[in-house]
């Protein structure tokens, strides 16, 4: 490698470093400068869990593609920064030395573009799951003028060894209601015949989707969150709180035939049917403000 080539990198490696420092200096004089007047942590929104995880595939997205966008650019540097003047002529050991060199950081270009392409899938995935959880929590809401409290995205992370969220818990007199939200896409394209795109069945205990296999993870996944949120709200004491574990598909129009343990909705008509769930009055006013006011403890988490 000559000089101008490694003079050429070392001036890019600068840049990119001052660059680096620049952005966390910025971020550290904002602080300094000034603070949230939020003196109280806030109520979890719809989706929050996704909100961060989507930020931080974003940042890991830019730096993976300023990595592969460096790799890229050295061979360029390489061949252009080449002795081409009399007397200084490439001989053929160099130009093979600088090809092989250039392959090499292709091919490690190819290996990081693998990476952005799996973070690009993962951040598309986390943004139909956010967009369905604000989709959810908008359905839910009719339901805080009929007298219940509506919660959403509580972290679980009090077992040992685990961490996951409940996407929604509605708590109202015929009980609490652990709703898991899963957002599916539909397929594009001609389905076989009598196949409706827009249709899910529930039967024998799994989902049924169009073209797809069938799958009880949803519903084993809502019943754990009922057990765990349970478990929760019981405490110490021997009383058991009732909580019914929903799934809701936003979306898409349920056929659920006889319903089983788990019950399925469509995120449109959630609102109307949730109250004919669970047992009318098994929970006192009292039990209620109870259970509401220990979730609100758990989901004000949230800095201002």
Request: some cysteine; aromatic content about 10%; proline content about 6%.
């Amino acid at each position: 490698m000559n000089p101008f080539s490694i003079a050429a990198l070392v001036a890019s490696g600068f840049g990119l470093w001052l660059v680096h420092r620049g952005m966390e200096g910025m971020f550290r004089d904002e602080k300094a400068r000034s603070r949230s007047p939020f003196g109280e942590k806030l109520l979890r929104p719809p989706g929050e869990s996704l909100r961060l995880r989507i930020d931080g595939l974003k940042m890991d997205m830019l730096e993976k593609g300023v990595v592969m966008a460096v790799f890229l650019a050295v061979p360029v540097f390489l061949f252009l920064f080449m002795p081409q003047r009399s007397g200084l002529q490439p001989t053929s050991l160099l130009v093979s030395f600088i090809g092989a060199t250039s392959g090499l950081f292709y091919a490690m270009a190819y290996v990081y573009w693998r990476k952005v392409k799996a973070l690009r899938n993962e951040l598309r995935n986390c943004w139909l799951g956010f967009d369905g959880e604000r989709y959810m929590a908008e359905k839910l809401t009719p339901l805080v003028g009929m007298g219940y409290r509506v919660f959403h995205d509580l972290e679980v992370d009090w077992l040992p060894g685990s961490r996951f969220n409940i996407d929604h818990i509605a708590v109202g007199s015929n009980g609490v209601f652990a709703i898991e939200t899963k957002t599916r896409r539909k397929r594009n394209g001609e389905l076989p015949e009598g196949t409706e795109d827009y249709k899910m069945k529930v039967s024998g205990g799994l989902l049924h989707f169009p073209m797809e296999m069938p799958t009880d993870k949803p519903l084993k996944q809502a019943k754990m969150n009922a057990e765990v949120l349970a478990r929760r709200l019981a405490g110490t004491s021997k009383l058991t709180v009732p909580v019914f574990p929903v799934v809701a598909l936003p979306g898409w129009w349920v056929e659920e035939g006889n319903p089983g343990e788990v019950r399925v909705v469509s995120g449109r008509g959630i609102a109307s049917r949730l109250p004919g769930f669970g047992q009318e009055g098994i929970l006192s006013e009292r039990e209620i403000v109870r259970i509401s006011d220990l979730l609100d403890r758990d989901c004000r988490n949230v800095d201002g």
